[in-house]
């Protein structure tokens, strides 16, 4: 981060004469040290140096500059049913430098985002998830999957990434379709077809269904593990 935000605290020592801080050999931790040293206002830097030699303005410090190094209480537990790759966000802003609070912001900031954006979607726009997945699973490049990944979260956006779609002769709508002899499934047509089998004992049709399983299984997992398939 590269600018230091300004803290407006305005907490007086108890101690010496005329409100100065008491004298004695207090430790200030490294990181307090660091943050107080890269406030660019000098008269706020002054302030916070003269709080950080008075115990109490030191622990009043501790509570508003985070240890970057101390370990966090934030796990993926909360987001990830939102967030699939919660656990590499908070990875990442705490390697970026932010404190525990301004993560949990950030990600209760992105769950509030995507429920906004679902909320904007059709039935049939959230129903196409599986094959904007395996649409985007196709592409080989790296960065063009991260766009079309981006498009999909949000609801204008999604509504081209399905129009691109149908341009690239994917298909934009779940259902059952036919790709080269090779039968494809939403999940509800998934599971029609799967209990219509098991109460005829079509064999061959269930074989078919764990094919498609294992086939889309790095795609969406949901297929295998419905089939209760071995790991």
Do not use: C, H
């Amino acid at each position: 981060m590269n600018k230091r935000p300004k803290l407006n605290i305005q907490i007086f020592a108890e101690g010496g004469a005329g409100g100065e801080p008491t004298p004695g050999a207090i430790e200030v931790p490294e990181y307090i040290s660091t943050y107080v040293s890269g406030i660019e206002d000098e008269g706020q830097r002054g302030y916070l140096e003269t709080m950080s030699k008075d115990e109490q303005g030191l622990n009043t410090l501790k509570s508003f500059i985070k240890d970057p190094n101390a370990d966090w209480n934030l796990t993926d537990e909360t987001y990830k049913e939102t967030i699939p790759n919660a656990s590499d966000l908070i990875k990442q802003v705490k390697d970026s430098g932010y404190n525990e609070q301004a993560a949990k912001i950030m990600l209760d900031q992105r769950v509030e985002y995507l429920k906004t954006q679902k909320s904007l979607m059709s039935k049939e726009e959230l129903a196409a998830e599986p094959n904007i997945k395996n649409f985007i699973a196709t592409e080989k490049n790296v960065e063009t999957q991260q766009v079309y990944a981006s498009l999909s979260e949000n609801a204008a956006g999604r509504r081209i990434l399905l129009e691109l779609m149908k341009l690239k002769g994917g298909e934009p709508t779940p259902g059952l379709t036919s790709n080269g002899g090779v039968t494809n499934y939403d999940q509800k047509t998934f599971i029609e077809t799967f209990n219509k089998a098991t109460r005829e004992n079509d064999r061959s049709k269930l074989l078919e269904l764990e094919n498609f399983a294992r086939k889309v299984k790095n795609q969406d997992a949901f297929y295998y593990d419905f089939m209760l398939l071995d790991k």
